[in-house]
């Protein structure tokens, strides 16, 4: 167990972002929501992979919703009445009289990453170092612990306004996905979940093992290359063994829209420099999924597709790419539950309407 300082889980929240595919929740508010719990003295210790301890149980908090054009300095009309986070795992925790060891990051992002963290330093929790996706998802049932085997309920629903419901059970994670989505749909497109409690012994197999580690390791290259006047694309790629997969500039602002709680469009991309003559498309349900070279299928879920600035390195999330911004896409292995058989036929370009569009491994259709 470390404790971690501000600047550490900084990084983490950055590193997850550029990771997150675009999605996983705003990175400012986020950055914002950390900030707050070290203002008011909580702290974040984070617990190494091999300290999870068999008989105790851990939890999973988030939030279910759209994502949308981040707001200036993470200024909100974002900020619930109630903490709906903390209200969801106290909730379950009462449900099944046991007292939570530890939290788990459900998915990589600025927003449910830091959700997550902030929610452990303020209920004096562990923040075990692990991620149920390795990377953002759209819905529930995207998750390592489905491809495991692991149970989503009981599961615990909160809201900004305060309302609780909990399901002792439900029939598998696609109908806790669409009764979750349905309620954040009825609240301002987002609301909290717990979910997914579990011992420790089956927590070890479900999940990406130091995955906010890894994610620190991300965010710091990022920002020590800033710092030195280095190309932060390069240091990011080099820290998470990952690929160039284009640079250009913005076409035109994304034609995105909400529906039935996602956040759904598309981002082209003219090139520049060595892509000069080339152009680039990315589909996104809340993250990127498919994208397109030329206007051939390229890099495709469930690997990852990621944008930054071309200049800093900083994550660009959905919808937030701009007319004329000047950007780097780059791709990403996917964890290797996500590329098994089961992880492939959960995860795939066909589910999301691509039809005869087959996954390809990243490293096979990419040269560095």
Known sequence: ????????????????????????????VGIKTVKAAFDDKKEFRMLDFEEINDEDYYVNPYYCGSVNPSKENGKASDEPAYDDALLAVKS???????????????EYGGGNTASAMATAAKLGKYIVDCDAAGRAVPELQFSTYNITGQPIYPFCLATQYGDVAVFPTVLNDERAEALSRNMAVVTENKVALADHPIKGSKLKTSVVPSAL?????????????????????????????????????????????IKDGFTTGITV?????????????????????VSWKNDEVFVTCPDLICIVDNKTGYPVTNPNCKEHDEVAVLGFKAHALWRSEKGVKLLNPEFFGFKNVKYVPLETVVKR
Not at 1 to 26: A, H, N, P, S
Not at 95 to 104: A, C, D, Q, R
Not at 269 to 289: C, H, L, P, T, V
Request: charged share 30%; net charge negative.
């Open 1 to 28: 167990m470390r404790k971690l300082d501000f600047q550490e889980v900084k990084d983490i929240l950055v590193g997850c972002t550029i990771l997150g595919t675009g999605g996983g929740g705003d990175l400012n």
């Open 92 to 106: 379950l925790e009462k449900y099944l009289n046991i007292e939570f060891h530890g939290v788990v990051s459900i």
């Open 213 to 257: 580690s890894y994610a620190g390791t991300v965010g710091k290259a990022q920002r020590e290359a800033v710092e030195k006047g280095e190309d932060p694309i390069q240091k990011i790629v080099e820290a998470a063994d990952g690929y160039v997969l284009f640079r250009g500039k913005v076409t035109r602002e994304s034609n995105w829209e």
């Open 269 to 289: 991309i003219d090139g520049i420099d060595q892509y000069a003559s080339d152009n680039f498309k990315i589909w996104y349900r809340n993250e990127n999924m």
